[in-house]
């Protein structure tokens, strides 16, 4: 793990690269999904997701979450006056939650043709797997990079430390990510808990064609909960090395668990240089993937930037700490606190820790934010602001944002999103 408190390394923790994808589906004025294609094909920043209705922006690399949410702002700028300036105005739904759905022919898949033809072939294939209405669902993906030159100062540290240290920078980096993704898997609940923001769904999902019903089920966010994006079993993987943690996700492929290794749902992802494949990433990782952040309807872009700079703090917190190497059993408890954190009251669920402790997901992020806290106690105000601004969200649950957006959209959640949609449009296009 990072020498974090030698100077040399502490001086570039918080340099790293910040990269954003956020999903919106495009609905009409009534509240239903869009029904026309997708049209951002000259710009490589705004693509589809599953469905052609769902657009998904990516910004380029970014080196403050300042700059990543302003990137997020201007994409998301292009697709608001586009739609707006359809024959048949479109707006942008900016909740993690799906508005009214008549029935799967309201998500069509996104069609490629040519050497994309495969994309598509994917997108069938989940639909067949898991339905589209759960491809429905939302959110944001946090792309994070840790510094060249903090990396490359504590691969020199390691070396001067340890006969035993990876033969090359490259190798180091990768070892690096591993055990920052097994941390991530024992802490990166956290997350899941700080950035949830979809308690409120319309009674269509759960029961075909019975529109304008509002439904709240226990949960602050539904798509990283038992009902959202898991897998039919609970992923275990091999965190000794880049490649063995490869070999364990095609082993799922192998069994015939899964089929793409994309398919493999688990808000922790470790990434390649380039497209990404198995064999790319024994090759080599670049970054790790956040997969569990929520559209927070409350702010414009979509994502808080504080909730963007938490993130990249509770990386390198949790590459700076020796935790614990995870054992089946251990990874299948993760899954559960995973889902655990995704509830809506945090002091009636519990994390269970690998040594056996349980406390409520209320007190188990408090000991993290505590831990981090005296971690950065030497970084400025703007650190110790965002994690104030954390805490909090679990000493008054008022402050968090599902308990928000159940007070403010839990009823008649589809026409006061619809209010909110306009009112996002507008704020882009200037009207």
């Keep these: 793990m990072l020498h974090a408190h030698d100077e040399s390394v502490r001086a570039h923790l918080l340099e790293g690269g910040f990269g954003l994808e956020k999903e919106s589906l495009r609905i009409d004025g009534g509240g239903f999904l869009a029904h026309t294609p997708a049209d951002f094909a000259d710009d490589v920043h705004i693509v589809r997701d599953f469905s052609e209705n769902q657009v998904e922006v990516n910004t380029p690399v970014c080196a403050t979450p300042a700059e990543a949410v302003q990137s997020l702002e201007h994409y998301n700028a292009l697709v608001q006056r586009a739609i707006a ?18 029935g799967e022919k309201d998500i069509p898949i996104a069609q490629y043709f040519g050497d994309d033809a495969g994309k598509t072939a994917y997108r069938e294939y989940l639909s067949d797997r898991y339905g589209r209405y759960k ?10 990079s840790f510094g060249d030159e903090l990396l490359r100062a504590d691969y020199a540290l390691a070396c ?3 006969a035993d240290a990876p033969q090359s920078f490259e190798a180091y980096r990768d070892q690096f990510y591993v055990r920052l993704a097994e941390n991530c898997v024992t802490w990166g609940w956290i997350l899941t808990a700080v950035m949830a923001a979809s308690p409120v769904m319309d009674s269509s999902y759960v029961e075909k064609g019975k529109i304008g019903g509002d439904l709240f089920q226990g949960l602050a966010t539904v798509r990283c909960s038992e009902l959202g994006y898991w897998n039919f079993f609970a992923p275990v993987l091999d965190y000794t090395s880049a490649a063995a943690y490869a070999d364990s996700i095609q082993a799922y492929i192998d069994s015939g668990m899964i089929r793409y290794p994309s398919e493999l749902y688990y808000p922790i992802r470790l990434k390649n240089f380039g497209p990404y494949s198995l064999a790319g990433l024994k090759e080599g990782v670049s970054h790790i993937e956040l997969r569990m952040v929520d559209l927070n309807p409350l702010v414009r872009a979509g994502i808080d930037e504080r909730d963007v700079l938490f993130s990249q703090l509770f990386l390198v917190w949790a590459a700076s ?7 089946p059993k251990d990874q299948v408890q993760a899954v559960q606190n995973f889902k655990n954190a995704a509830h809506y009251d945090l002091k009636t669920v519990k994390i269970v820790m690998p040594d056996g402790s349980a406390c409520s997901v209320v007190k188990a992020a408090k000991r993290i934010i505590d831990a981090m806290e005296t971690f950065f106690d030497d970084f400025g105000t703007s650190v110790h602001d965002c994690l104030a601004f954390q805490r909090l969200k679990f000493e008054d649950p008022h402050t968090r944002y599902a308990w928000k957006i159940r007070e403010e959209y839990g009823q008649g959640f589809v026409a006061r999103g619809l209010q909110l949609a306009r009112l996002r449009q507008r704020e882009y296009v200037g009207e």
């Excluded at 300036?85 to 008549?102: A, Q």
């Excluded at 491809?135 to 994070?144: D, E, K, P, V």
């Design 135 to 144: 491809m429905a669902f939302s959110g944001i993906h946090i792309n994070y």
């Design 160 to 162: 001067a430390e340890s």
């Design 321 to 327: 700490v020796e935790g614990p190497r995870l054992s």
């Design 85 to 102: 300036n359809l024959p048949e105005r479109e707006l942008l739904w900016p909740f993690s939650n799906p508005p009214y759905i008549l």
